[in-house]
């Protein structure tokens, strides 16, 4: 193991012992690194010296190294956009950095079974990752999530258990019972998960320096991670400036943009989500508080958009062949509006991080261009189709 120290980045207090959560409530993570980058072929080797544990390569699935690529829509909205497409991760999202990173620890600790809540993305990620390394999983979701959408779970192997009662309490009695059972948790703002997000912001600055990087933000450990990154590199002398980071968030459900824009240090729970951009709507996000302080403390941005937007956005970015969640749509959706009211500049480069893959979520999605067709009129069919 590596030597390290973790800090609640809220309460400023400090554990030489791997722990989830401070004492005050919030989330903690590990005390910056600094280092270089190495000539290698995987992001992870490449970093080598800004990870807290180093990562178990037998284990990995292909995880990180995603594109960055250029989007037409950035000449219509007069910036350089580029699109870093976590899509392409071993199991869609980006989630599978976090849980590489996670695992790698949880095997040199000596842990037998992992787990984590969740009903998406790291639902399928931890049973994955749990499967390449022999480990078991215990998947915890909520008694409303759809037995269709746990299949792309079960498969793994791993044991998925439905829960009736408050999910919002599901997280902490997770973090209780996995320290009394030996289970290690690996949940959204999990320290180490938090560490493998700082890939993204490693690799967008290999390729360009951005002034701008849109986020879509949940339960706000995506956003800790980019932005860990981001500071790292600064405080290594890798790079000069730090990007503006941008957290969006769907208007149905924006606790911590809410609170930025309201001037409150603290979240409040947000009280009836409804939103299509189901996989960042959660209504009271264990690292909001972090990610607030972070806002304020650098100057950055919150925006909300709403589930229109969300949806042409989405479609517009199938029409560039990327074909997103929801969630990922909001990103392009928060660039418009904030290029048509100066707060992007025209000529900026902008990223937007594409959290996850569409394939995922295909209930609300329209047929699209689907017509029939006679054998015999297939020629005329075709004509009228172009």
Not at 28 to 38: I, R, S, T
Not at 88 to 117: E, I
Not at 126 to 135: E, N, S
Request: proline share 5%.
């Amino acid at each position: 193991m590596r030597t390290w120290r973790l800090i609640c980045p809220v309460c400023g207090k400090t554990y030489d012992k791997l722990v989830q959560r401070c004492s005050c409530g919030e989330p903690v993570e590990f005390e910056h690194f600094k280092g270089e980058p190495y000539i290698a072929k995987t992001i992870w080797e490449r970093f080598w010296d800004f990870w807290p544990v180093e990562p178990e390569m037998e284990l990995s699935l292909g995880e990180g190294d995603t594109p960055l690529v250029k989007s037409k829509l950035g000449k219509e909205l007069g910036v350089k956009l580029y699109l870093k497409n976590e899509t392409v991760n071993p199991t869609w999202s980006f989630k599978d950095r976090g849980t590489f990173l996670s695992v790698s620890y949880a095997v040199k600790a000596g842990h037998k079974t992992v787990g984590t809540v969740s009903t998406g993305n790291m639902a399928a990620s931890v049973a994955a990752y749990a499967a390449r390394a022999g480990l078991n999983a215990k998947i915890l979701v909520s008694e409303s999530a759809s037995d269709e959408k746990l299949k792309a779970v079960s498969v793994y192997g791993a044991d998925v258990i439905k829960v009736r009662g408050d999910y919002g309490r599901l997280y902490f009695e997770s973090l209780k019972l996995g320290e009394k059972l030996g289970i290690y948790f690996i949940n959204s703002d999990n320290p180490f998960r938090v560490e493998g997000y700082k890939g993204i912001a490693f690799e967008i600055a290999e390729e360009l320096t951005p002034e701008y990087v849109l986020i879509p933000t949940s339960s706000g450990g995506l956003f800790r991670g980019i932005a860990k990154g981001f500071i790292e590199l600064k405080e290594s002398g890798l790079i000069e400036e730090l990007p503006t980071l941008i957290a969006v968030q769907a208007e149905g459900c924006s606790p911590i943009c809410r609170a930025f824009k309201e001037g409150k240090a603290r979240i409040e729970r947000f009280e009836n989500p409804k939103t299509v951009a189901k996989a960042i709507a959660n209504p009271y996000p264990p690292s909001g508080n972090a990610v607030l302080k972070l806002l304020h403390e650098f100057d950055w941005k919150c925006t909300t958009v709403d589930d229109d937007e969300i949806i042409e956005d989405q479609r517009e970015l199938a029409e560039e062949g990327l074909f997103v969640q929801p969630a990922s749509a909001t990103g392009i959706a928060a660039l418009k509006k904030l290029a048509k009211s100066g707060e992007i500049e025209e000529g900026a480069k902008v990223v937007s991080i594409l959290t996850g893959s569409g394939l995922k979520v295909l209930s609300h999605m329209p047929a699209g261009r689907i017509s029939n067709c006679l054998l015999e009129e297939l020629e005329n069919c075709i004509r009228s189709g172009s």
